[in-house]
């Protein structure tokens, strides 16, 4: 170990490494921080919103008062309730599937 050009040399590698590493860490770090924010807020401006669809006033008027009527019978939550209480205070007298053959 006579000669310093070798460790020169060695310790200018390793402080490169060192160096890159740390310039990895420092662009990820700034990715997440002011730099990564300052870009979200300016996309945000910048990107167009997108509008709804409006409802177009020709399918409202296709839709006739029978079918709506028939729509909210079908959907009575009231009746939906009693029907299923009824069929929890009746079970069946078989249990499901006894009357298939194996």
Do not use: W, Y
């Amino acid at each position: 170990m006579d000669d310093p050009s070798v460790l020169l040399i060695s310790v200018c590698a390793i402080s490169a490494v060192i160096v890159f590493f740390m310039a990895l860490l420092l662009l990820r770090v700034a990715r997440f921080s002011v730099f990564g924010f300052a870009g979200l807020i300016v996309r945000m401006l910048v990107t167009p919103k997108e509008e709804p669809a409006a409802v177009s006033a020709q399918a409202a008027d296709d839709i006739t008062l029978d079918e709506l009527k028939a729509r909210a019978h079908a959907l009575d939550f009231d009746a939906a309730v009693e029907q299923l209480q009824r069929q929890q205070d009746n079970p069946p007298t078989q249990p499901p599937g006894a009357g298939l053959a194996v």
